[in-house]
């Protein structure tokens, strides 16, 4: 037992007071000078139990202090004493609660921002009386006085102790992962809190902790980095559910979302990188994810539409051998975004055609593509997705077999190209319309480092009245 050389009777006229920032207990009276006189004591008996509490949680620096509940705002320690211990009686107990404005995971992994959530903050229970239910009957004087139900506690790095505690009186046991100290409970995002844990407190008393108010999908910095996306209700995870079957963003965002066990298995937030390159496949009909060698923008700005169809292949196959596959998006990574210059050269040659680019002139042996890691390809990506980024020169573009980026053979057009002339004609003599004033003047002047555009939309070229198609030739020698 925790005693002093100053009587606390005075301070405590019921066995639990509450203090807050002015240092005095809830029911105290008094003028200037006893007020003086009882912050005094209070801070002392603060100090003494918070520093008892950290010795008990083997923390070097207590968590509770006077000066800190003094200088805090939404705090309150609740005070357990036993008056008839001793000649000036004793206290046994603290527990410090406050709100917290947090970021949080709920349990779909999406993170959210908590204002004022519940905190149960520091918790301490003489050793002489500890497993008596002095502990339960401090934190019921607590949930009752402030409110709150247990399952919408957060619980700032419980002790085993207190998880045993937890368990034991409120059956709290599954908690949600999450990324800060902070632990919460399964049912803390629920805003129907009917019989839930704690449904010895009323349906008012679950409303007042306001979560449905204080709760909302954020901007933050996890968000930002993880690109998160509201599922916190049912109707939202029906919708997600629905597009699963028409839609590979979404089935790759469920595969980063499936949730192993444990505190370190939280569900992984969506891969925003992941997201911007799913999304590129996702409307017009071929991803544009770099799988299988191809690269976005490797190789010559190709359509890898083998590579997104691996990437569904593979989802579906987990999703039918493994209930709960653990899928980190860092897994995913080497085939969604390969660096173009290790890229094996056959898979390549497997890569599907896409439509010529209705790109400005750019040499056609682009030295070194960029992937999808770099923030041009990127952003070009993410502005329109359906237009290959204006870097990307394909093999088909250049007439060339692009095996090493730019250096190569002459390719066959193949069933695939956007682009059919009527008879067809090896580059060199294929009949161009050339702007006036720009006739042909040396046989040197022409395309061996030329690029094409065609005119219509989708690269596909409309007859000419000379009957070919209006392929245009640029060289940078001409223009
Ligand atoms: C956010 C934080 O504050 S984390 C820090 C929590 N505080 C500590 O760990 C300090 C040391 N522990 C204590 O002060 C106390 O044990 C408290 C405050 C956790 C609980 O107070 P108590 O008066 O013991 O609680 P109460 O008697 O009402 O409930 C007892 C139950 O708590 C749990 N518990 C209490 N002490 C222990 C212990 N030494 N080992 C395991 N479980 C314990 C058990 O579930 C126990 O039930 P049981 O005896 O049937 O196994």
New binding site residues.
Partial sequence: MVDFRFDIKPLFPQSIIKVTSNLLPHTFRGDRRQCLDATSKMSEIIDRLGQL?AT??GLSKP?TTAQRLRMSENQTIYLLADSNAGHNGAVI?L??VGTKDLYLFDETGQTRKVEQAPS????????S???????????ETMLKEEHWTPIKCS????????L??L???YGLQRTIPQANNFVLYEGFFNNNNDNENGSNHSNSQSAANGHGNGLHITNSPNTQLFGATYLGDEANKRRGSQQQQTSSNVLLQQITQISPSGRYGAPRPTCSMAEIIHAGGSKNGSNKVAGGGGGVGGGGGVESSSGGHDLAELAAQLQMHDPEPEIHVSQLQPELDPEPEEEPEDELEEIPPSPLPPTPPRKAHTPTPPSVRSPEAAESIIGDNRKPPAFQLSKQHTGMKNRSFGVGMAVMPSSKMEFNQLEREDFGVVKINRPPGHELTSPGQDNTDAMSTVSGANGAGGLTDQGYYDLKFYHNKLW
Avoid at 155 to 162: A, F, G, H, T, Y
Wanted: glycine share 8%; hydrophobic share 35%; no cysteine.
């Fill in positions: 509490s008990s949680q968590v107990g527990l410090k149960i903050l520091d918790f301490y229970v003489h050793e009386r500890q497993r008596s239910g002095l502990g339960k009957r401090l934190f619980v700032d790095r419980p002790s085993e102790k207190l045993a505690f368990a034991k009186h």
